[in-house]
């Protein structure tokens, strides 16, 4: 393995120095073009990447902050003088140079700690392929099975039943024989916890008929697999791997999972290697191995959609009108699609198939999100990397088509897609709607929603606390209008106490109406609120206009994983509660 080293990536003759004026100076290297900012303070100098943590965006002085910069896509700032992200509060810091004074000739160098690149560990030259020896067969959405000489890998398999409780639904129908072929793979790789990606109704089929294939994870701070116990899902054969090491599958082939840059804890991406040949699948990683990823790969694969979260169509009040909330979308959605292209020319792959964004919002209740959520279509995406890489295939795949990379790379204007066969179900017309949501909605008449007292066990269980932010809950029905006879309260976080009223000190402030059987599922089982947000099974109004991150991050991360004694927790209160009534 090579050794972490340290790096020069830029250097500032005396003179040059000596120009830094007093706080920000953007500075650009004049060979490579890259960008950076120096911070100079009364007693010490700053400095970092002048790239935005969220999705690579360049840094520009602020004007109302002599400290602060503003990213040009998504208006995050970052305070230089702490290395703080101060837009949105609480989120990240930034990582810094070092900065060298040199005390012979005055000169001054930026330092960085330059992590291996560890797929050039072991490096091995690329042979010759046969027509046939590696293929992939898009299933659906972020599914798709990897052939490699023998050996056959699936992807992220999610095949049946919704995500994010029920707000997610697949929009391709996955080929008639995929649950076959998945119990069949001789591997599985789950890039991640979201329930698009690690799907609890597909894994439930797949253990009846295979409950030891080998399943690989990365080994994040939040385990992918921290559920498993808890859902019943029989799988024995859940392997934890570490970043940046080669795992051997045979002799010829071998893969290797990366963590994201924005978000360690929880996302992962993939490099497969089949006799010197890479494929690489970044998924839905923000900022895949922090921006380090091979150039030149055979095959990439990554998300394209957006429109993955509830921001901005379940929030309302101030400035969310409808009119503003289509132009948002429709910045976003060109952003993005100016990000991909970008990242696609800059690591030049041979081949490029945008995939994981297949999903839609397919049950009635949610027309709204539906016809307002505008996503990116693969073939914009696409037709954008042909127009700036006319050298780069790119794959616009539907459910069973099938990429031969030999064939795609000896000519790639040759046959090497396989189309599904005339007549072949491409898109879904039913969901089994009320299969999955009748266990959503078991869990509103749960025995323990009987008595308030469960509201102050549930977020003393949670443990978020010592913030300055009151959130007001309101349990709705599917329409988001009150639940008669539900309920509605306010949460203080600062001392995690429960008003009546809200509290005459300054305080931030959050209305959050949930779909109480959306909700009332969460709490029972001890999940994550990323069903709520995620899952457009909200709306919220907030007062100032501010992410919380502290707060969704603890509440979509860290909440406790022993989440088995939930149950036991609320339960033991409850009846406290009942018994001390008759006393």
């Keep these: 393995m090579t050794s972490q080293v340290s790096k020069t990536v830029l250097r500032l003759e005396a003179e040059d120095v000596q120009t830094l004026k007093d706080g920000i100076n953007l500075k650009k290297h004049p060979e490579d073009g890259k960008c950076y900012i120096i911070y100079k303070g009364k007693d010490k100098m700053r400095a970092c990447r002048n790239q935005c943590k969220h999705q690579g965006g360049l840094f520009i002085e602020d004007i109302e902050d002599s400290r602060t910069v503003r990213c040009t896509k998504h208006y995050w700032k970052l305070n230089v003088a702490t290395m703080e992200y101060v837009n949105p509060p609480d989120s990240f810091t930034q990582d810094e140079l070092e900065v060298v004074l040199s005390d012979t000739d005055g000169s001054l160098e930026l330092l960085e700690l330059n992590p291996p690149d560890p797929w050039t560990a072991e490096p091995r030259e690329a042979q010759e392929l046969h027509a046939g020896e590696i293929t992939l067969t898009y299933i659906t959405h972020a599914c798709m099975e990897l052939k490699a000489g023998n050996k056959r890998m699936m992807f992220d398999p999610w095949l049946t039943g919704p995500a994010f409780a029920r707000g997610w639904w697949l929009l391709h129908e996955p080929p008639s024989d995929a649950m076959d072929r998945l119990s069949q793979a001789d591997l599985i790789y789950i890039s991640h916890m ?12 797949l253990s009846m008929k295979r409950p030891d294939i080998p399943i690989y994870v990365g080994d994040t701070s939040r385990p992918v697999f921290w559920y498993l116990e808890k859902s019943g899902v029989n799988l024995t054969n859940v392997n934890v791997v570490p970043f940046g090491v080669w795992q051997n599958v045979d002799e010829l082939l071998r893969f290797m999972i990366l963590m994201d840059g924005v978000h360690p804890e929880l996302d992962t991406c993939l490099i497969v290697e089949y006799k010197g040949h890479m494929i690489l699948n970044t ?10 990823l091979p150039h030149g790969v055979d095959v ?37 699609l100016k990000y991909k292209t970008q990242l696609v020319k800059s690591l030049q792959p041979k081949i490029y198939c945008p995939f994981a964004g297949y999903f839609t919002e397919a049950h009635p209740s949610d027309r ?21 890489c006319p050298n780069i295939l790119t794959w616009t795949p539907v459910p069973g088509s099938v990429l031969d990379l030999a064939l795609a790379l000896h000519d790639p204007s040759s046959s090497a897609i396989t189309e599904p066969p005339n007549g072949t179900k491409i898109y879904k017309d ?26 102050q066990y549930y977020y003393n269980w949670a443990g978020f606390k010592g913030y300055n932010l009151v959130i007001r809950v309101i349990e709705t029905e599917d329409d988001f209008k009150p639940l008669k006879g539900g309920y509605d309260y306010l949460v203080d976080f600062l001392d995690l106490s429960f008003p009546d009223e809200r509290p005459e000190r300054d305080h931030a402030f959050e209305e959050i109406k949930n779909r109480v059987n959306v909700m009332r599922h969460v709490i029972l089982n001890g999940q994550l609120w990323d069903d709520l947000y995620i899952g457009y099974n909200n709306r919220m109004s907030r007062d100032p206009d501010v992410y919380h ?35």
């Design 194 to 205: 979201h329930s698009d990606h690690l799907s609890y109704p597909t894994l439930q089929r």
């Design 430 to 455: 039913s969901w089994d709607f009320d299969l999955y949501l009748e266990e959503l909605k078991a869990s509103v008449s749960a025995e323990i929603f009987k008595c308030k007292s469960w509201i």
């Design 368 to 388: 709204y999100i539906k016809e307002t959520n505008i996503k990116n279509s693969a073939a914009d995406l696409n037709q954008s990397i042909r127009k700036r």
């Design 283 to 292: 998924v839905d990683c923000t900022r895949p191995n922090n921006g380090r």
């Design 549 to 583: 991150h502290k707060l969704w991050n603890h509440f979509q991360i860290e909440l406790p994983l022993l989440q088995i004694f939930v149950n036991i927790y609320i339960y033991f209160y409850f009846f406290i509660s009942v018994f001390s009534t008759l006393i």
């Design 300 to 336: 990439m694969m990554s998300d394209f959609a957006g429109g993955a979260s509830g921001f901005p169509m379940t929030f309302h009040g101030g400035k969310y009108t409808e009119s503003w909330k289509a132009d948002f979308i429709k910045n976003e959605r060109k952003k993005l």
